[in-house]
């Protein structure tokens, strides 16, 4: 009996390069069908659209936010035919910085000022952001299998998928600090491979023939890391992060903290005898560096404004003495815009019907009603004997969620008692994205900031997923089981997204079918 032809080691290798960049761009050209499938339906402005597509549209003609009338009259008027637009060059008070809206103005600029257009840029990072958590999933889990299970969960993710096709800000802070996370990864791994290359190789007593690299003291604690671009280009998407929204800014504190404790583990794996001595002495001016760059992007997202004359509160500054007046009068007009709008964000009381408390958040206890409105019948794709409902409800997969609930207890414990790295990096990106909003529960928020870290939810339930065949050595009824289960559970998740398609997109969907989806009695 002949044996089945082996693939030489070159073939195996070639295999090894296309199957990773081969399926996550498989898992990212499925996720961008259903992103941009019917993209400009509703042709409505949804929900907070009202704000950021017109404030978009504001900075590509004017280069600052300028004034609009009242939603009830400026809304028909960009939807109309022929459309009208009624932008003022006065300068408006806004709440959010600007670069979440310049990355809305792109589209615009390509598209012009309508749903496609204003919807365009979040659904193409959407898009993006799905390939990157397939490569940083493969990175961090040295899998390019759970990587693309990572990917594809998020691609199948409710919240991730509405947030994609809707043109609010919050998705764009998280492809921003995403991409930070990816860098940090990155560097991680370069730094690594630097101090392990400044480690001797051999010593007394271990044979002439000892060619390995071994822990030294002296070297981990005095040996430098070089030049390190990935951690500079995370500065840089962090800064954009909090450019978008200023809760951007917490992943800035938690990724800072995390790499510099990565720092330390890669001395201590050297052999560094004091690691956190080590730290201060040689990466601490590295890590900074961070910071400094974050804080350049940051003011440089707000160059149109500083260029303005028109802009809010631009020259609020101008002829002003005092303690600061060294300071540029631009730079300090700046500072007191930011502080009144840290004023405003700090002090939003007002009641809404699907505000929701961050307790919450996990479970999807309150989710957020973007759009509703209802179908005769016979009409607008509805049947003739009833009445029809057509909802975008930015609600997480709740099979995915409640799955994730389980992952993080199973992190927590891998982390804590493990001490697994890979743990600890996904908790910090969920912290950083959900433990904040607990500092301002009095304050109107929303279940839909969380997609901030749906890719550590995703991440953390791949983590999990992973350990179910169990550990190497593991019997092969377990391996089978493990698999199984975890197959059973994937494929679950991704029915129960397609179950609440219709209330994704807007679907025209009987009122029967409608109620059908509403599993909770909070989710009306």
Not at 249 to 268: I, K, P, Q, S
Not at 303 to 310: I, K, N, Y
Request: glycine share 10%; aromatic share 14%; with cysteine.
């Amino acid at each position: 009996m002949r044996r089945p032809p082996r693939l030489s080691p070159a073939a195996l290798r070639r295999l090894a390069r296309w199957s990773g960049w081969g399926g996550p761009l498989l898992v990212t050209l499925l996720a961008g069908l259903a992103r941009f499938w019917r993209l400009d339906s509703p042709r409505a402005v949804v929900f907070d659209e009202t704000y950021y597509a017109k404030d978009a549209w504001s900075l590509l003609r004017l280069g600052y936010e300028g004034s609009w009338p009242d939603r009830l009259v400026a809304d028909p008027q960009i939807l109309g035919r022929p459309q009208v637009i009624p932008l003022s060059d006065a300068g408006a008070f806004v709440a959010h910085p600007p670069a979440g809206k310049w990355v809305i103005a792109l589209g615009e600029w390509m598209f012009g000022l309508g749903p496609f257009g204003w919807r365009f840029m979040t659904a193409a990072l959407g898009t993006l952001s799905v390939l990157m958590l397939c490569r940083i999933g493969r990175r961090l889990f040295r899998s390019t299998l759970l990587g693309c299970l990572a990917g594809a969960l998020m691609a199948v993710d409710g919240l991730h998928y509405v947030m994609s096709r809707t043109a609010l800000l919050d998705l764009v802070v998280m492809v921003f600090a995403l991409a930070a996370f990816g860098c940090l990864l990155v560097d991680r791994d370069r730094t690594r491979d630097r101090l392990a290359a400044a480690l001797p190789v051999g010593g007394a007593g271990r044979g002439d023939g000892d060619d390995r690299a071994h822990p030294d003291g002296h070297t981990a604690a005095r040996a430098g890391t070089g030049p390190r671009p990935w951690r500079l280009a995370a500065g840089l998407f962090l800064g954009l992060s909090a450019s978008v929204k200023w809760n951007g800014l917490y992943f800035l504190a938690f990724f800072l903290v995390l790499t510099l404790l990565w720092d330390a583990g890669a001395r201590r794996t050297a052999g560094a005898h004091h690691p956190y001595r080590a730290v201060l002495r040689k990466d601490l001016w590295s890590a900074l560096s961070l910071v400094l760059v974050t804080a350049l992007t940051y003011l440089a997202t707000w160059t149109g404004w500083l260029r303005s004359d028109h802009g809010y509160g631009r020259h609020w500054a101008d002829g002003r003495g005092g303690t600061w007046s060294w300071i540029p009068a631009p730079l300090r007009s700046l500072w007191h815009y930011e502080y009144d709008v840290y004023q405003f964000n700090v002090g939003l009381h007002t009641p809404h019907p699907y505000e929701s408390n961050p307790w919450s958040w996990l479970v999807l206890g309150r989710p957020v009603l973007f759009h509703h409105t209802q179908a005769e019948p016979g009409t607008a794709g509805c049947p003739a004997a009833t009445a029809c409902s057509q909802t975008i409800l930015a609600l997480g997969t709740p099979l995915l969620w409640w799955s994730a609930c389980c992952a993080l207890v199973y992190l927590l414990f891998r982390w804590a008692l493990r001490r697994d790295w890979r743990a600890g990096a996904v908790l910090c990106g969920v912290g950083a994205g959900y433990l904040p909003w607990f500092l301002y529960q009095d304050r109107t928020i929303f279940s839909f900031y969380a997609v901030a870290f749906v890719p550590y939810l995703s991440l953390a339930v791949t983590m999990m997923l992973g350990a179910l065949p169990g550990p190497p050595g593991a019997s092969d009824r377990r391996r089978v089981r493990g698999v199984l289960v975890a197959g059973v559970l994937v494929l679950l998740i991704g029915w129960n997204f397609v179950h609440f398609v219709p209330l994704y997109t807007g679907q025209s969907i009987p009122y029967a079918d409608w109620r059908a989806r509403l599993w909770l009695d909070s989710w009306f």
